[in-house]
């Protein structure tokens, strides 16, 4: 089975950072992307950003596509979350997704982390 690892949640202030990081262990795909999806009290489970583990192209959400970064790193098998200028409704659960595509003739299945709690105050 394929384990999801995230870490570096934790309360910041409004205009603060944090780094989140997802550790994958398990089984190996040959084609996937690594990213983070939040949850806010009360919401659905919305994208955040993601990165293709073999081509490193990026995609972001509006709303934190010029705060957020995402990089990975191959050798540790992980992505992180850089994230900057951080607002009150960032404030959610952060899960790490990874997305696997068995083809294209089929639908990607994703796999989820445990969720990591990030707190913004005002």
């Known amino acids: 089975q394929v384990q999801l690892v995230e870490s570096g949640g934790g309360l910041v202030q409004a205009g603060g950072s944090l780094r989140l990081s997802c550790e994958v262990s398990g089984r190996t795909f040959s084609t996937f992307d690594l990213g983070w999806y939040r949850q806010a009290p009360g919401k659905d489970r919305e994208f955040v950003a993601a990165?293709?583990?073999?081509?490193?192209?990026?995609e972001y959400a509006a709303s934190v596509k010029d705060r957020f970064d995402i990089s990975k790193d191959n050798d540790k098998n992980s992505v992180f979350l850089e994230m900057t200028s951080m607002k009150p409704e960032d404030t959610a659960v952060y899960y790490c997704?990874?997305?696997?595509?068995?083809?294209?003739?089929?639908?990607?299945?994703?796999?989820w982390g445990q969720g990591t709690q990030v707190t913004v105050s005002s």
């Open positions: 990165i293709s583990w073999s081509a490193g192209t990026t």
């Open positions: 997704n990874l997305k696997w595509y068995p083809g294209s003739d089929y639908q990607p299945f994703n796999y």
